[in-house]
């Protein structure tokens, strides 16, 4: 009888501890990639015409991504944060929650997106059917 977890290949409590550990050294230029990043979601989604009424940054461990939506307007921004450290302090709603257990509700979101987060899901095609729905 096949097993009905995913293996755990990752730590999440040591990777959150990393990640708490990296936001509270604040060192300068650290978020360097996450900021490339954000600056080509800004780009992919400066070529979309369509307003998402609500939109999602899902596990990005910092505010680039919810910074982005936030700018681009249209409507209601969430930023779903791995750690409260990680959360940023722009114009737009705040939550801790886990990629592994996401906690929105089915069809609530417009668009998605997470920024160098999900390569740490023990559960890839979970987390993704989560976000889909």
Known sequence: MPNAEPPRLFDRALL??????????DAPGADFLLRR????????????????A????????????????AARGGGFTLQLAPLALAAGRGPYARAVGDLEALPLAAERCD???????????????????????
């Open 16 to 25: 959150a501890e990393r990640l708490r550990r990296a936001l509270l050294a």
């Open 37 to 52: 990043a954000a600056e080509e979601l800004a780009d992919r989604l400066s070529f979309i015409r369509r307003e998402f």
């Open 54 to 69: 609500t939109a999602a940054d899902v596990g990005t461990p910092g505010p680039h991504a919810a910074e982005v939506l």
């Open 111 to 133: 668009l998605v997106v997470s920024l160098l987060a999900l390569h740490h899901v023990n559960d890839l095609p979970g987390a993704l059917i989560q976000l889909r729905r």
